[in-house]
């Protein structure tokens, strides 16, 4: 058993809902046959399918629906015209003709009808091409999103790596300055050092009671 639908109609369900009622329409079938045939392709009740014709899809296909019509009463014209013309005995060339009319309408109508299929393909072949669009447009926004995110780590990590060079180079200035004084203060160190050393290695002499210089160690 076939399981009924109960989604929300689609585009798609609407053309196959039109195709065949405005074929039904053509051939001098029922309504009612081309919502059973579209309930089964659909899985659909015919009874939704109506509904849906006649609230919604009708409304969009009225000049087709005319069409259909004024193809069904070429239909039964010729269909009369060979029943009546044929005389039973010596019409062959009679019907032959009414055949022939009978074939350039028919043909009539099919041109008529592949103009609206071509018509249909057309229109699904737009819808094809805008939802192809939009799938590209969504593509490209978030491509777009995911550069702008990227932009802005890189601005913050660029940020970050500004901050660190600037305090590096505060603390390298402060370091060079720490290193010329302690270099000051050991050279003076060394420099007092030395004189030092001089001092102390200088002999150094005392006067005795006698008046006499004697050196002291």
């Not at 009708?58 to 009546?84: P, S, T």
């Not at 062959?92 to 609206?116: H, M, N, P, V």
Request: charged share 35%; glycine share 4%; hydrophobic share 35%.
């Amino acid at each position: 058993m076939t399981a009924v639908r109960q989604d929300a109609w689609s585009p798609d369900d609407d053309l196959i809902l039109a195709e065949v009622t405005l074929r039904h329409i053509r051939e001098g079938s029922t309504q009612l046959g081309a919502f059973e045939e579209v309930g089964e392709r659909i899985g659909r009740t015919s009874a939704a399918c109506g509904f849906r014709w006649n609230s919604c899809v009708r409304k969009r296909y009225e000049e087709a629906i005319q069409i259909a019509k004024q193809q069904r009463q070429k239909r039964n014209y010729l269909k009369k015209q060979a029943i009546a013309a044929t005389p039973q005995v010596s019409s062959l060339s009679a019907y032959e003709a009414t055949d022939e009319r009978g074939f350039k309408a028919e043909t009539q109508a099919t041109e008529e009808l592949l103009s609206i299929d071509s018509v249909i393909r057309f229109l699904r072949q737009i819808k094809t091409t805008y939802h192809d669009v939009g799938r590209q447009l969504k593509s490209f926004e978030k491509e777009l999103r995911d550069k702008e995110e990227e932009l802005g780590r890189l601005r913050g990590e660029n940020e970050r790596l500004s901050r660190e060079v600037n305090n590096a180079q505060s603390d390298y200035h402060t370091v060079n300055d720490d290193y010329k004084t302690l270099i000051q203060i050991m050279d003076r160190a060394r420099r007092l050092a030395v004189l030092t050393n001089d001092e102390e290695a200088k002999p150094r002499f005392k006067m005795d009671a006698n008046g006499n210089l004697e050196r002291i160690e």
